[in-house]
């Protein structure tokens, strides 16, 4: 059992609190950023399929890269390397304010500035993650984590709310520039931050960069947790990509309320993750990691279940809570127990892969279950990705070294 860590415990920690201030800010105007291109796409072209490809342009540097870029964040002083991509990306959507408000921005522009947007976060990503080891003590860190996470799922429900208000108050340029604002926030809270993270000597050109990778996967692969709880992970996030795109479907069948049905499933999930960082950041030091996440992994799979065969909006709103609830109970567990198992110099890389990978596999689950949507129905589809998660859960509870992981 980890040390009881106090809820205020990791506030304690000054470049903590201004990395977590500036990531709160930053995340905050990602949601600005994503309603204002996908919103400029829909009034430049009106094309379903091109807002589509935006979407998929910024995720892609995630796969290519993801894994090269954690090389490097595991290479360079990774306070650096985040207040570089801050800049970065602050200058990039200074050029495209320019542009936009000069009338001269066209759909041809987003595409490539989404990719250039997804590669500084790219490399931003693995050293923030490999940094939170450096900035509070190693029993905090499931605390750490849950915070992370709750501001990032807080951002995602108020900032697509504040961003629509903007846009509709102003124009997408001003939501631009919000964003563009907040990236500086982040870099001048990187600023304020003693941390200084060791670097590591290597090899020059892609060889080198490659046998890093190599190194780091050796490490992950032979840990007796971690190389079931990594595939465990993303076959999980792999399963549960075809709830997003039907949800619309699946709110019409439940409800009569269309898009307001669909807000309330929406919520219910984003409050139930909500309360499950809370909790798991409250009191999840005092549990075991192995059994907290394999319970969790039955919870989510029995509410996955449960809302599939939902008839009625309010049972369909239970199971989106808890389905949401459980989510951080497997999520802060399985990324603590990587920071705490794998040597700090690596997380950069092993981080820089898991993340390539849950981006390589979502688009693919995303195209895969609306295909199954169609030919089975949006409840088959859920109720089918609970079964198929429930067998995951047994087997994760057949896994000895998982169950005692602390």
């Known amino acids: 059992m980890e040390p009881v860590t106090r809820p205020a415990g990791v506030f304690a ?3 903590f609190r201004l990395l977590w201030l500036g990531q709160l800010v930053s995340n905050l105007g990602d949601s600005f950023l994503n309603l204002a291109l996908l919103w400029l796409v829909k009034e430049l072209t009106g094309s379903a399929l091109l807002m589509g490809t935006v979407m998929a342009a910024y995720s892609l540097p995630f796969v290519l890269v993801g894994g090269i870029a954690g090389v490097y964040a ?3 002083e990774k306070r650096r390397l985040m207040i570089a991509c801050d800049l970065l990306r602050a200058g990039l959507l200074a050029v495209f304010v320019a542009l936009y408000f000069a009338d001269a921005v066209s759909w041809h522009l987003v595409l490539p500035m989404a990719v250039a947007m997804g590669s500084a976060t790219a490399f931003f990503e693995p050293a923030r993650q490999g940094s939170l080891v450096y900035l509070v003590k190693e029993h905090e860190l ?3 984590n849950s915070f992370s996470m709750l501001t990032r799922q807080a951002a995602q429900m108020a900032g697509p709310v504040l961003a629509g208000l903007v846009v509709a108050t102003w124009s997408v340029g001003v939501a631009v520039v919000i964003d563009l604002v907040t990236f500086l926030v982040s870099a001048a809270a990187l600023g304020l931050m003693r941390l200084a993270t060791p670097r590591k000597a290597a090899g020059r050109g892609l060889g080198a960069a490659l046998a890093d990778l190599k190194e780091g996967l050796a490490a992950l692969v032979g840990h007796p947790v971690l190389r079931w709880v990594f ?5 999980g996030n792999f399963l549960f990509g075809p709830i997003p795109v039907l949800l619309p479907l699946f709110a019409d069948q439940v409800s009569t309320l269309g898009p307001v049905a669909m807000g ?3 919520g219910a999930a984003g409050a139930g993750m909500l309360l499950g960082s809370l909790v798991i950041g409250v009191v999840g030091g005092r549990w075991r990691k192995g059994r907290t996440g394999i319970t969790a992994f039955f919870g989510m799979s029995l509410a ?4 599939g065969l939902s008839r009625s909006l309010a049972p369909a709103v239970a199971g989106f809570t808890a389905w949401g609830f459980f989510n951080p109970l497997i999520n802060v567990p399985i990324t603590t127990m990587a920071q705490q198992e794998i040597p700090a ?3 950069g890389r092993v981080f ?4 390539a990978a849950i981006m390589a596999a979502q688009p693919i689950s995303m195209a895969f279950g609306g295909v199954l949507g169609d030919a089975l129905g949006v409840r088959a589809v859920y109720t089918g990705s609970g079964v198929i998660f429930l067998g995951l859960a047994l087997f994760a509870a057949s896994l000895r070294p998982l169950r005692e992981a602390r």
């Open 231 to 235: 595939p465990l992970g993303i076959v």
């Open 345 to 347: 110099e690596q997380h």
């Open 264 to 266: 309330y499933l929406e």
């Open 352 to 355: 820089g892969v898991f993340l």
């Open 304 to 307: 996955t279940i449960a809302f």
């Open 142 to 144: 499931t605390q750490a």
């Open 74 to 76: 595991d290479r360079w």
């Open 13 to 15: 920690h000054r470049d």
